[in-house]
């Protein structure tokens, strides 16, 4: 198998396990059994191992002496955490890309289109991925490697979607507040840096 196959099949096995935490599957507190998802995906141990040490390493999940790997008590105060490195990253990449998205926003409003959509039927599953999804891309925008890796690491998506479905924090218009940001990089507001740092804390869930 070549390298690129076995990255993928981590990814796929990390997402695996990240859904079943989201969705209930596995409760805060509940030990996941490395051997069991194997025989589940009918791989090998190795890549459900890896994909376990990533999970650890965004503090979703945490290893337990003599009892294996559980899934953290996480509270809306270590899901604030990560919020403020968020968002300033988030600022400094909506300054990079300030010029480019003002020229071309394209990348973001189909993300804005479907959050109209995910809005109106009440799809939170739409909501994280689009969120996400318009974020990711604003991020990219900055063509700066090193934010986009470190913007990464967060787990953006894990959290967003922890944040909506264990703490119900809901926006009143995932869309709208996301069009806003799209009109602000059209009209040029030179204060687009700290309007994308504050749309970005005031996701955050409250402790």
Not at 73 to 81: G, K, Y
Request: hydrophobic share 40%; charged share 25%; net charge negative.
């Amino acid at each position: 198998m070549t390298p690129p196959l076995v990255h993928s099949l981590r990814e796929q096995i990390r997402q695996h396990i990240v859904e079943g935490i989201v969705s209930g599957r596995w409760k805060p507190g509940e030990r996941i059994v490395e051997r069991g998802i194997a025989t589940e995906l009918q791989v090998s141990q190795t890549p459900v191992r890896e994909a376990l040490r990533e999970l650890e390493s965004l503090r979703l999940i945490e290893s337990v002496p003599n009892k294996g790997v559980r899934v953290r008590n996480l509270t809306a105060a270590d899901l604030e955490e990560s919020y403020p490195v968020r968002a300033g990253l988030e600022q400094i990449a909506a300054e990079l890309a300030a010029e480019k998205l003002a020229r071309d926003c394209s990348a973001l409003t189909p993300h804005v289109a479907a959050l109209y959509e995910a809005d109106r039927a009440g799809d939170s599953a739409g909501q994280v991925r689009h969120t996400v999804g318009f974020h990711r891309e604003l991020v990219r925008a900055a063509d700066n490697a090193v934010l986009l890796h470190t913007w990464e690491g967060l787990g953006i998506e894990v959290f967003t979607a922890l944040s909506i479905r264990w703490l119900g924090t809901v926006q009143q218009s995932y869309a709208e507040e996301h069009q806003a940001l799209v009109d602000a990089f059209q009209r040029r507001d030179p204060e687009i840096g700290p309007l994308v740092k504050a749309h970005v804390l005031g996701c955050a869930p409250r402790a």
